[in-house]
C-alpha cells in the first residue's frame, strides 16, 4: 500500500531555534514528495518538492528536506523558526503509476513560541 | 496570474439538505481536483478531472456525491443529501497537466447541522 506518515501531530519550538518535521513513506514504486503548509483561512501552498534529482530540496522561506531512500524518509527542516512559520504542515506523496494523484499525511502543526 | 477561485467560502446546512460548490481553476489548467479535508486530517482527493473527462473518482462517495466540469473549465461539486460526516473543507485544485505542480483554492468550509 502506499501512504505517508507524519510522526508528529504537534511540534512546538521557540522563535530562531531549528525546526524538524518528520515524515516517512511507504510506497513499492519511486516516488515524487512533498511539503505544503497551511496558513489558517489560506490555501495550501507548496514549500518544495523531491522529484529523484538531487536527495536535498530546497524550498521557500529557508525550508529543506533530505530525500533518504534507505530509511523511507522525507524530513523538512529549517535552521532557524520564525513566527510566521507557525501553521500545519503537511507531507505528501504521489507515483508515477498514479496520475499525479496526491496522497496527504495527517498533518504537523508547528507552533512557534517567542 | 489568479489563483483558484472557489465560493462560497463558508456555508452552512441542516442535514439531508443539497449543497452545490463551485471552482474556477487557473485559466490554461487542464486538470482540476476536489479533495475533501475533515478536522484534523489532510486532505483526501474526491475526484480529479483531465479536461471535462474524469480520471480518478475512486473516492467519491457516488450515492450522494457528484461533480462535473462540463466545458472543461469551471467545475461543481454536489453533496444530496448531506450527511453530517460531510462537515469538512472542500478543497479545489489545478495543474497545467498530469503531474503538475497543484495550486489550492482558498476552500469552503461546509457545516452539516
Known amino acids: 500500500a502506499q501512504s505517508v506518515t507524519q510522526l508528529d501531530s504537534h511540534v512546538s519550538v521557540s522563535e530562531g531555534t531549528p525546526v524538524l518535521l518528520r515524515c516517512n513513506y511507504s510506497?513499492?514504486?519511486?516516488?515524487?514528495l512533498f511539503w505544503y503548509v497551511q496558513h489558517p483561512n489560506k490555501g495550501l501552498q507548496l514549500l518544495l518538492k523531491?522529484?529523484?534529482?538531487?536527495?536535498l530540496v530546497k524550498g521557500i522561506n529557508g525550508f529543506e528536506a533530505e530525500f533518504k531512500k534507505s530509511e523511507t524518509s522525507f524530513h523538512l527542516t529549517k535552521p532557524s523558526a520564525h513566527m510566521s512559520d507557525a501553521a500545519e504542515y503537511f507531507c505528501?506523496?504521489?507515483?508515477?503509476?498514479?496520475?499525479?494523484?496526491?496522497?496527504f499525511g495527517q498533518g504537523t502543526t508547528l507552533q512557534v513560541k517567542p | 496570474e489568479a489563483g483558484v477561485a472557489q465560493s462560497p467560502r463558508y456555508k452552512i446546512i441542516e442535514k439531508r439538505q443539497s449543497v452545490a460548490f463551485w471552482c474556477n481553476p487557473i485559466?490554461?489548467?487542464?486538470?482540476l481536483y476536489w479533495y475533501q479535508q475533515i478536522l484534523g486530517q489532510g486532505p483526501k482527493l474526491l475526484i480529479q478531472?483531465?479536461?471535462?473527462?474524469?480520471?480518478?473518482d475512486s473516492q467519491l462517495p457516488k450515492d450522494r456525491f457528484s461533480a462535473e466540469r462540463l466545458k472543461g473549465v469551471d467545475s461543481t461539486l454536489k453533496i444530496q443529501p448531506a450527511k453530517l460526516e460531510d462537515s469538512a473543507v472542500y478543497l479545489c485544485?489545478?495543474?497545467?497537466?498530469?503531474?503538475?505542480?497543484?495550486?489550492f483554492g482558498p476552500g469552503t468550509r461546509l457545516t452539516v447541522l
Open positions: 485544485a489545478s495543474s497545467r497537466d498530469l503531474y503538475n505542480e497543484q495550486f
Open positions: 505528501v506523496v504521489t507515483f508515477s503509476s498514479n496520475t499525479g494523484k496526491l496522497i
Open positions: 523531491y522529484t529523484s534529482a538531487a536527495t
Open positions: 510506497s513499492s514504486y519511486s516516488p515524487s
Open positions: 485559466s490554461g489548467h487542464a486538470t
Open positions: 478531472f483531465q479536461n471535462n473527462g474524469v480520471v480518478d
